[in-house]
């Protein structure tokens, strides 16, 4: 009898040892799934890098003679099925007519990682283009990565926004091409005139770093028929 109970009390502790195991795991990958989220969601806004103000020489000769002033936009992201790029970080210097922002996209998106495989991060070129036909295809940028998110951050000086409603950019593919708008893989809406808008506070890391910012890179797409306000 006592045996019989010995085996009864081991199954019942295997089984107990079991239930927990099966807790814990279950609890593990939980918490490993909800840190997941809570990454990529942070990352969505870009890496440290990609939110930051980035200080072109122009910028760097007003903010130490303390005339820079910047303005926050709010970036507009349509809520578009599929879409592989998206806005944000957006930053405006009236006295340079200077608009800065990051585009975001998932480098693993089909049709998007095999290009980066093939041809590395600095992979796409881009057009501002107003809805004058205004059309400004040189800028400044840094690129980023984190997570499954690659990053542009595009600086486009001397814009000329006094007639303009609108401002979108396209994206193209870098294959060394001369390009029309219409053969963007997409474009997004940047800027509305009638847009939210506020004072953009620099912080305590951007009025530390180094001016002008160090690495900018220049970029320029070829285009048909260019009208560009260069």
């Not at 890098?49 to 910028?59: N, Q, S, V």
């Not at 405006?92 to 089909?110: C, D, G, P, V």
């Amino acid at each position: 009898m006592d045996a019989q109970w010995d085996e009864q009390d081991r199954a019942s502790r295997k089984s107990g040892v079991f239930g927990k195991t099966v807790r814990w795991l279950f609890l593990i990958g939980l918490a490993v799934m909800l840190g997941w989220f809570m990454l990529r969601a942070h990352y969505q806004n870009g890496t440290p890098l990609m939110k930051r103000y980035l200080f072109t020489g122009e910028a760097a000769e007003r903010y130490q003679a303390g005339e820079l002033e910047v303005r926050e936009l709010l970036a507009y992201n349509e809520a578009v099925t599929g879409r592989s790029f998206y806005i944000g970080n957006l930053r405006y210097t009236e006295a340079l007519s200077q608009f800065q922002f990051m585009i975001r996209f998932n480098r693993y998106s089909e049709g998007i990682s095999s290009w980066i495989s093939e041809h590395g991060k600095h992979s796409f070129t881009f057009v501002l283009a107003d809805d004058r036909g205004n059309r400004y295809s040189s800028y400044q940028y840094l690129t980023d990565s984190m997570m499954m998110y690659g990053y542009y951050r595009l600086i486009f000086s001397g814009v000329d926004t006094r007639e303009a409603t609108e401002l979108k950019v396209y994206v193209f593919r870098d294959d060394g091409q001369e390009h029309e708008l219409s053969e963007a893989l997409e474009n997004c809406i940047v800027w509305y005139s009638d847009g939210v808008s506020g004072p953009y506070r620099f912080s305590a890391s951007e009025k530390r770093a180094e001016k002008p910012t160090a690495g900018l890179l220049d970029g320029r797409t070829a285009l048909h028929n260019e009208t560009a306000a260069e």
